[in-house]
């Protein structure tokens, strides 16, 4: 057990150093080239702004190229030069991002811009995701754990193993709904006045990886934010993947329990035809009807009418037989 805790811990560690280091090395490599790319952005919008009594169509269309391209490079450039001292790389947003590359959801709004970054990346991500997904193996049999404590205390109350797997799923979904996708949409709404229904669907968009980008966090240009707000969320996310990839192994296994139950149903069903056809052709051939004439006067009359049967018989199980593999 003890050993077990040693692992447990050097993971953590290991995973979180290996995090900070990224977001270090990712700030360093990018926070000159954006401040930069920023200044040349502030400075076409003043000079555009001076030229606004003689421009032509030519300069119109110009800048609004030049403005969507600094808008999908993260540059915002609302305001004055004073928005120059926010920084899309400091330590929260930086460490943000190798949260949500490690996570592969990649939401598109933050990427590296020079050449040595986007290598970096390469590299990081090429590391980092084998070991993110140690870390969620490891923080997901944790829960497992958990939940396996949970089914035992109830047993031990006399509860059936059917009822036990229920109330663990239940007592699983509801608790990480409440910690995962509720508390988090009451802090979205918060913070960045999205609604309860917007604030749900990020989560849930986030942590099953899907990411489409159409909602990110921290990125509303012009408001405020706490400085760690970013570094908080994406240790949401860390968290949530593992308790979301759990839930959908839970559900897997119940779907696999169901769908095993139905065939053992119908196999059930479809021996129990065979039989009552066996029992209901036995029944005709001890008591034929009145009008039925069977060459019993003689031997060979006789075997004929047997095999007959008989091998009606077979040939209407191999049909009940073949009906109930198709079935399952």
């Excluded at 200044?39 to 702004?49: D, G, I, L």
């Excluded at 797997?165 to 910690?179: A, D, E, W, Y």
């Excluded at 917007?198 to 989560?203: K, L």
Aim: net charge negative.
């Amino acid at each position: 057990m003890d050993d077990t805790k040693i692992q447990i811990s050097l993971l953590l560690a290991s995973y979180f150093i290996y995090l900070i280091l990224g977001s270090l090395i990712f700030q360093a490599l990018e926070t000159d080239f954006e401040r930069e790319l920023k200044t040349s952005v502030y400075e076409m919008k003043a000079a555009f702004v001076r030229r606004l009594d003689d421009l032509t169509p030519e300069d119109v269309e110009q800048f609004v190229e030049n403005l969507t391209h600094a808008v999908k490079k993260g540059i915002y450039p609302l305001g004055n030069s004073s928005e120059l001292d926010h920084n899309n790389w400091d330590f929260s947003n930086s460490f943000f991002f190798v949260g949500s590359t490690l996570s592969t959801i990649g939401y598109g709004t933050l990427s590296p811009k020079t050449a040595g970054g986007q290598i970096f990346c390469v590299i990081f991500a090429l590391f980092g995701i084998p070991l993110n997904l140690i870390f969620l193996h490891q923080v997901g049999k944790t829960l497992s754990m958990l939940c396996e404590k949970l089914g035992k205390c109830l047993q031990s109350q006399g509860m059936k193993e059917k009822k036990i797997k229920f109330l663990t799923l239940l007592f699983f979904l509801m608790t990480g709904i409440l910690i995962f996708l509720g508390l988090p949409s009451i802090v979205f709404h918060s913070t960045e006045g999205w609604t309860y229904s917007e604030g749900i669907y990020f989560a849930f968009i986030t942590l099953s990886t899907v990411g489409f980008g159409d909602y990110v966090v921290g990125a509303q240009p012009g408001k405020y934010y706490c400085s760690y707000y970013k570094a908080l969320v994406a240790i949401w996310i860390l968290f949530g993947l593992a308790w979301i990839a759990l839930l959908f192994n839970l559900l897997i296994r119940f779907l696999e329990d169901t769908e095993k139950k139905i065939a053992e149903d119908l196999h059930k069903m479809g021996k129990a035809g065979r039989e009552n056809g066996r029992s209901l052709k036995k029944c005709q051939c001890a008591n034929p009807s009145p009008n039925e004439t069977f060459p019993l006067s003689s031997k060979e009359g006789s075997q004929k009418f047997f095999f007959e049967t008989e091998e009606k018989d077979n040939r209407e199980e191999k049909e009940i037989s073949f009906l109930c593999e198709t079935v399952l």
